[in-house]
């Protein structure tokens, strides 16, 4: 994988990018058609055609409940937050456990941890021994958008903006151990606007940086992404998700387009071949055209999900797509985000206004989830 990312280029180009933690992006260079070797960092993006209407009917948003289905009972593995506090697991019996009754909670891959917020800090809760423990002690800073790193189970990625200019965003990302030691910035010259994705391997982060797409390569540094052949002009580039095999980068692609508020596509990154593939292009249709829109890739690769939020105006409503990353195949849900997948990939739960739905892989025929008002899936793990 790193030596995949050793192709990145870094070619000096002119480009504006956002303040740290918020502003107004511009449109980016035009993307190199081909890889020279690397050189120093830069940003990037691309070339555009003329607009066209090439996104298919929506169908109707009844389809989004299959009112022929009962509600299921919760599925084992399940892990949810109510209104952003308090964390649940429903058990092998279909019976849920509160975890942690603290703020944003995250629980760990070997389930016996939970990271929270609390005073701007991150704590983080033993399980086991039902101790708690405060990570950070920075007065200047912010601290949210923590992760926990599967394949690096030593360390924590997170991303922070300094209180005298909190804003937009996620903010500047960074790691530290899990006992709070090592605190070390990645990049304290960007902030990001959106959460970044960890690579399968440990190796590499992706993040956007000021709304562009760029990679932190533990042994290679900060680096952009130059896709090798891609003639879209985007203009903000976010919300990256990595593969479960490492070799693709998904990203939530916004661009301009005359006499609209825009287009907007998630694209996949081959690491590869470094050529893209553009899912479902579409012409934003009002509200905002920036903010979190889950990509969530299927832990065998085949399927992603995608919550297109101003795809068309409905209440606010969010249209929730799966797609195959080959462009092959797609399946519009209805109204629907936040979307997790399953341990087996046979399985897509995620939130509506009226409730917690769910999808069998290959059917698609939305049916409701028996979970409690405001309950918010953030993962679904193996029980162990």
């Given at each position: ?207 956007d940086r000021a709304g562009q ?172």
């Amino acid at each position: 994988m790193a030596a995949r990312l050793h192709q990145l280029v870094l070619i000096p180009v002119i480009v504006s990018l956002l303040s740290a933690c918020g502003g107004t992006p511009t449109p980016g260079p035009e993307l190199l058609g081909s890889i020279p070797s690397p050189t120093a960092p830069a940003a990037v993006p691309t070339d555009t055609p003329a607009a066209t209407a090439t996104q298919a009917p929506l169908p109707s948003a009844t389809a989004t409940v299959a009112v022929t289905l009962p509600p299921a009972a919760p599925m084992a593995g399940l892990v949810y937050q109510k209104g952003g506090k308090g964390l649940w697991m429903v058990g092998a019996d279909g019976q849920a456990k509160q975890l942690s009754d603290k703020a944003t909670p995250v629980l760990s891959p070997d389930q016996t941890k939970v990271l929270f917020s609390e005073g701007g800090d991150i704590w983080t809760t033993d399980l086991s021994k039902g101790k708690t423990a405060r990570l950070t002690y920075t007065n200047d800073k912010v601290e949210a958008y923590y992760q926990w790193w599967p394949a690096r189970p030593d360390i924590i990625v997170f991303q922070f903006q300094y209180k005298t200019d909190i804003g937009p965003g996620a903010g500047y990302l960074a790691t530290m151990k899990t006992n709070g030691a090592n605190y070390l910035l990645l990049d304290e010259e960007t902030g990001s606007i959106s959460p970044a994705a960890l690579s399968p391997d440990g190796q590499s982060i992706a993040y956007d940086r000021a709304g562009q797409p760029w990679v932190y390569n533990f042994t290679g540094g900060n680096m952009p992404i130059f896709p090798k052949t891609f003639t879209e002009k985007f203009r903000i580039a976010t919300n990256p998700a990595w593969s479960p095999d490492g070799r693709k980068i998904a990203w939530q692609l916004f661009g301009d387009q005359e006499g609209t508020d825009g287009w907007s596509a998630a694209a996949v990154l081959n690491l590869d071949t470094f050529e893209v593939t553009l899912l479902h292009r579409y012409t934003i249709l009002g509200g905002s055209d920036v903010g979190n829109y889950h990509l969530a890739w299927s832990p065998d690769g085949k399927w992603l999900a995608v919550a297109n939020q101003a795809e068309r105006v409905e209440d606010g409503k969010i249209s929730l797509w799966v797609m195959r990353p080959d462009s092959s195949e797609e399946h519009h849900l209805g109204t629907g985000e936040h979307p997790v997948w399953s341990p087996d990939s046979q399985t897509l739960v995620y939130y509506s206004k009226s409730g917690v739905y769910a999808v069998k892989a290959d059917a698609w025929n939305p049916f409701q989830v028996t979970l409690p008002d405001g309950a918010l899936v953030t993962d679904w793990i193996t029980i162990k």
